[in-house]
């Protein structure tokens, strides 16, 4: 009997004679405490009289390498450190601090030269050429939001004139 590798993730099974073939299923139903033989399938007659192929399928799961493994392995601890109280506490008090800043801010301390459309049509455009580090300092925001903004979402309007001074746009450009 050879195992012969079709594709990566399958496997089959050949046999060199018929005899090895009809042994392997016989094994099969010795050792399934004999459910084909209960049930009447007849394989090996059948077999025998070319009525049936013999196949058998199972998958392989592809080894993983070492780097891999290491990568796998950090992943999962940080969503087990990311579920820690700790980390829980810390993530509300910081959405604490942005709903209160989110109602306090006041849109009439919006100058009136920055509108949506200058927002869209101008600063946006820029932001995408000004690091996630800049734009992290100047709001005071997450590594992941700074980057969100820097790749086109918009930001809520209380960040918008910091956001234009850090690319240079104001009401004389």
Sequence with gaps: MSVLLDKP???GLRFDTHDD??????QLVNDSKDWLAVHDLNIVK???EAELEI??????????DGATLR????????????????A?????????????ACSEWDPSSQPAWLTS???SQQIQQLLANVPTAAIRSRLGVSR?????????????PRHWQALAELVGVSANA
Excluded: C, D, M
């Design 46 to 48: 059948r077999y025998k």
């Design 71 to 86: 990568l796998v392995n950090a992943a999962r601890i940080g969503r087990v450190a990311a579920r820690s109280p700790e």
């Design 55 to 64: 196949v058998f399928e199972f998958r392989v799961r592809p080894q993983r």
């Design 144 to 156: 992941w939001y700074a980057a969100k903004i820097r790749q086109g979402y918009r930001p809520h």
């Design 9 to 11: 993730e399958t496997a």
């Design 88 to 100: 829980r506490a810390k993530h509300a008090a910081s959405r604490r601090r942005q709903a209160a």
């Design 21 to 26: 073939a009809l042994n392997f299923a016989a």
């Design 117 to 119: 459309e200058v927002f």
